[in-house]
């Protein structure tokens, strides 16, 4: 099982590789992702991802238009996917949610939260 951590800031994606990391989630089973595109390559090119951990602003493709993508491909239609994003205006959640983002997480993200909310999906 992995789980993919997409975000065009090295910053976030650590912050999150290490809340990862606290869950004992292996190392070799997060792979990481700078933009929509890089990611939409390894979701094509690997079949174990099971978790998406997404950012919406990012350069090339962002994170909506990714998850747009990923939504209408078979066998990511059930993929929980969790986006962690700045924009917190409810109407960007909506628009997350109606695109098929499973949960929502407000930067600047907390271990607990951000832990919590993956947790969760772990578990099903
Ligand atoms: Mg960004």
């Given at each position: ?36 595109s890089e990611a939409l390559s390894i979701l094509l090119e690997r079949e174990d991802i099971s978790l998406l951990l997404v950012d919406w602003n990012m350069p090339k ?64």
């Open positions: 099982m992995a789980i993919l951590v997409v975000d065009d800031s090295r910053l976030y994606r650590n912050i999150i590789k290490n809340v990862l990391a606290e869950r004992n989630m292996a190392d070799e089973g997060i792979l990481d992702a700078g933009d929509g493709m962002n994170g909506l238009d990714l998850v747009k993508k990923i939504r209408e491909m078979d066998r990511y239609k059930t993929m929980p996917i969790v986006m962690i994003t700045s924009e917190a205006a409810r109407y960007n959640v909506m628009e997350a949610l109606k695109a098929g983002v499973s949960d929502y997480v407000v930067k600047p993200i907390t271990g607990r939260i951000l832990g919590n909310k993956i947790d969760a999906f772990l578990q099903r």
